[in-house]
Every structure is written in C-alpha cells, then in structure tokens.
C-alpha cells in the first residue's frame, strides 16, 4: 500500500534553522504524533508536505505523488488546520460550510450535519460568538465533511482550556473511529499525542531524533531506581539514556527494557529497588537531551 507520507533525506535551510535528512513514513491509515518543542521544525515540515515550499534536498511524497509539483493534485485530499488560521468572525458557520461545498465538490452535507450535533455547534451563529474551542471545532468540521484522504493538524490543541482540549481531542477521536484517515498531528503537548496516535515521532532542532509505534516507546522504556556505583559499563548498557547519581542510589532511564534488563544491572552489583514505566513526555525529555541536539 502506498504511503500517504514519505520523506526521504529530506533537508530544508533557512538563515538561523535547518531541517537535517529527515526520513519519516507514515503508512496509510495510521496517526502519527510529531512532537516537538516550538521552534523544532515542525510547521516548516507540514509546510513542504503541502508544497508550500520546496526542499533542499531529498524526497517528498504525499499521497504518492511528489511534492511540491503535484501541489495542486494532492490539496484536494488534504486537510490542513492549524491554530493560527482564521475564519471570517463576522460570517456564520453556515456561510463557511456553504463556501467550502462550492469549492470542494466531494462535501458530505450529511456527514457535516452530524458533525454540527456532535460539534455542539449552532451553523446560523457568527464566528465572532464563538469561543476559542468552538472556532477550533468548527475548523475541524469544515475539513472532516469533505473526507480528506491525509489530515494534516498543526498544534489544534494550542490555546485551548484542559476542558475545551479534552473535547476537541475526544470530537477528533470520535471521527477517527467513524472513517479510517491518515493524520500527522503535530503538537508539542504529549499528551494530546498519547491519547489519539499510532506511532510517534520526536523532531528536536531540526532533527527526527527518534520514530516508532507509540506502544514500543510506553513498552521500551523505563525509569529504574539502583543502589550501587555508576560506572562506565552501566553507561555502555543497551538502551541506557540517562543516569543520576543520588548515591547511595542511582535513577536509571533505558529505552530498551526486556527480560536482561535485570540480569545485565545485577552483573554489574547493582540492587534494583524498583521499576517505574515512563511517560511519553519523560521519554521525550529524556531522548532530546540525549540526542546531542539539546
């Protein structure tokens, strides 16, 4: 099956930042997750997948088509939202619902309905009355009804209340669970990437530091607490990412636990007094300050 994402050493410069040889798949059908800090690079990602502008170097594919030349072709499937974007506050939801079904001709009224009671949203009201979670919503909406193949959401969450996220991520989950869609979501809020992706990918200064399927990140990783000494060979251990030296006891973080885990601390005479698993934004934490790139 062809991917709806593909890049290949794909490198992007501008005076002061540059995206390094990214290469990243996104299979079709699946969620990804790109988490970041703000300034990592990842509007300017998002930014070559809609053609918006053009690599340095290597291979960008949306759809199976290469961008930025079949730019045209490709936007008819996507759908972009991002929290800077803005609808007309002095127009109602209706309008933008009907200015839209004239320009894309594959608008499922039906479906928008649906959206609008499940949305919580009044169509005849104007934008300018709506909150900041409504407005939100209503973006969603006015991409969802015309089933884009590839969603492409730019920190959606941004802004919102935890009450207002937790209805946008759930509105967002909800339709997931309605069609089978490809969707890059990006957001520096792990959690909001927790709760709704398949697989994860952690850009940090430019660089993909690390990318694989969201349960191999919560499965691999773990925060072990040891007494005993640090030294070079516990430092050598697969997977071993951090160590903190609380003497008498040791923290430490690997991203490849399994069943030698153990056996490989107790051989060096370390005693383990417990084993935690790592959240997704600890595990970022922990894997950007070790990339060199912190």
Known sequence: MIPAIALQGVRKHYDGFALHDIDLVLPAGQVMGLVGVNGAGKSTLLRLLMGLVRADGGTVEVLGQRMPQAQVAVKR????????????????????M??????????DEAYAQDLLKRFDLRPQQALGGFSHGQRVKALLLLIFARHPRLLLLDEPTTGLDPVARGEVLDAIADVLRDEERSILFSSHNTADIEQIADSIAFL???HVVAARDKESFLDGWRRILCRGASTEALRRLPGVASIRDSAPLLEVKTGAFDDA?????QALGLAVES??????????????????NA
């Open 261 to 265: 885990t153990l056996p490989a601390l």
């Open 275 to 292: 084993i935690e698993p790592m959240s997704l934004e600890d595990i970022f934490i922990t894997t950007v300050r070790g990339s060199g």
């Open 98 to 107: 009907d200015f839209i079904r004239s320009v894309y001709p594959a608008w």
């Open 204 to 206: 940090h200064g430019g």
């Open 77 to 96: 499937e996507i759908g972009y939202a991002s929290d800077d974007m803005r609808l007309y506050r002095g127009q109602s939801l209706r309008w933008h």
